[in-house]
């Protein structure tokens, strides 16, 4: 048996790294639309798991006497094998990874029982065996640890819990100081609670180490539009279209930007580039929207 069974848990995100940004009209709430991908490869369950015991830390039987012992090549063929499931068939996975940790499958087989319940959109529950599991995992690597708080923060927001998100993103970062992608998530979940001053605190420290960070550039330039600074928001949008022209995140982001700015045309143009860039994802959808509205209310920003 491994003697850290920790360490096959390897560093996966719950949902696609967002390359889109708030979708939101200019008058809406800071949000990402982001396919949900579930890149399912966490980890975490136990025998006898329902809603009852949701959240605590789930109980393992050992491994039955007359089982041969277990090889750590096999118990990471298992682990991987549990993560491929959960991506094409959570329910099966839930059901691997149970009938794994029956059979002492440890820490790894929790982990992916909590990715399959995520995948299975028990965003709740998966979240809070997340954190079960992380507070579980005393003799794991800092960074690992991280990790895991940093998916149970995504699976919390989710869930529709950004101030939790917020406060397991705050954890992670604890661990591992200034890593950019957990500032990133963390500054998303503060614009999901609506604390855009906490989101552009994390994003400017992003933007410090790697200037050209798109993807923060675009989230930064939408919390300054939250909080109507819209020289500083048509700023970050402009520069994230520059050094990503067909980006149409970045054009849905400065189109709005640029209505509030008085600037009809502008928008527009930037909002008939996203549907040409991007026809029917989630930025076309919501550049048309906005099209739609301007139309209709031509002095008017967009309904939300």
């Given at each position: 048996?491994?003697?850290?069974?920790?360490?096959?848990?390897?560093?996966?995100?719950?949902?696609?790294?967002?390359?889109?940004?708030?979708?939101?009209n200019p008058s809406g709430r800071f949000r990402t639309v982001r396919a949900v991908a579930l890149a399912a490869a966490l980890a975490m369950p136990a025998s006898g798991v329902d809603a009852?015991?949701?959240?605590?830390?789930?109980?393992?039987s050992p491994p039955a006497a007359a089982q041969p012992p277990r090889s750590d090549e096999a118990d990471e063929q298992s682990y991987d094998r549990c993560m491929a499931l959960a991506k094409?068939?959570?329910?099966?996975?839930?059901?691997?990874?149970?009938?794994?940790?029956?059979?002492?499958?440890?820490?790894?087989?929790?982990?992916?029982?909590?990715?399959?319940?995520?995948?299975?959109?028990?965003?709740?529950?998966?979240?809070?065996?997340?954190?079960?599991?992380?507070?579980?995992?005393?003799?794991?690597?800092?960074?690992?640890?991280?990790?895991?708080?940093?998916?149970?923060?995504?699976?919390?927001?989710?869930?529709?819990?950004?101030?939790?998100?917020?406060?397991?993103?705050?954890?992670?970062?604890?661990?591992?100081?200034?890593?950019?992608?957990?500032?990133?998530?963390?500054?998303?979940?503060?614009?999901?609670?609506?604390?855009?001053?906490?989101?552009?605190?994390?994003?400017?420290?992003?933007?410090?180490?790697?200037?050209?960070?798109?993807?923060?550039l675009i989230y930064r330039a939408t919390a300054y539009r939250e909080l109507n600074r819209l020289d500083a928001a048509y700023a970050d949008a402009d520069a994230a279209v520059g050094l990503?022209?067909?980006?149409?995140?970045?054009?849905?982001?400065?189109?709005?930007?640029?209505?509030?700015?008085?600037?009809?045309?502008?928008?527009?143009?930037?909002?008939?580039?996203?549907?040409?860039?991007?026809?029917?994802?989630?930025?076309?959808?919501?550049?048309?929207?906005?099209?739609?509205?301007?139309?209709?209310?031509?002095?008017?920003?967009?309904?939300?």
């Amino acid at each position: 048996m491994n003697a850290n069974p920790d360490q096959q848990i390897r560093r996966h995100r719950i949902v696609a790294r967002r390359a889109i940004p708030p979708q939101r009209n200019p008058s809406g709430r800071f949000r990402t639309v982001r396919a949900v991908a579930l890149a399912a490869a966490l980890a975490m369950p136990a025998s006898g798991v329902d809603a009852a015991t949701a959240g605590t830390t789930p109980q393992t039987s050992p491994p039955a006497a007359a089982q041969p012992p277990r090889s750590d090549e096999a118990d990471e063929q298992s682990y991987d094998r549990c993560m491929a499931l959960a991506k094409r068939d959570p329910a099966a996975a839930r059901d691997f990874a149970q009938r794994w940790a029956e059979r002492g499958g440890e820490h790894p087989a929790d982990h992916c029982f909590a990715v399959a319940l995520i995948g299975l959109k028990q965003y709740r529950e998966g979240a809070g065996r997340l954190d079960a599991l992380v507070q579980a995992m005393v003799h794991a690597p800092a960074a690992l640890r991280a990790e895991v708080y940093d998916q149970a923060g995504q699976a919390w927001l989710l869930a529709g819990d950004p101030s939790r998100a917020y406060a397991d993103e705050s954890s992670a970062l604890s661990l591992v100081p200034n890593d950019p992608d957990l500032l990133l998530d963390r500054a998303e979940a503060a614009g999901e609670a609506g604390w855009f001053d906490k989101a552009v605190a994390d994003l400017n420290l992003v933007l410090r180490a790697n200037p050209r960070r798109v993807d923060a550039l675009i989230y930064r330039a939408t919390a300054y539009r939250e909080l109507n600074r819209l020289d500083a928001a048509y700023a970050d949008a402009d520069a994230a279209v520059g050094l990503a022209p067909d980006s149409a995140p970045a054009l849905l982001e400065r189109g709005n930007i640029l209505l509030l700015k008085g600037d009809l045309a502008g928008a527009r143009r930037d909002w008939t580039r996203v549907s040409t860039l991007a026809p029917g994802s989630a930025a076309d959808l919501a550049a048309k929207a906005n099209i739609a509205h301007l139309d209709a209310k031509p002095t008017a920003p967009p309904r939300r």
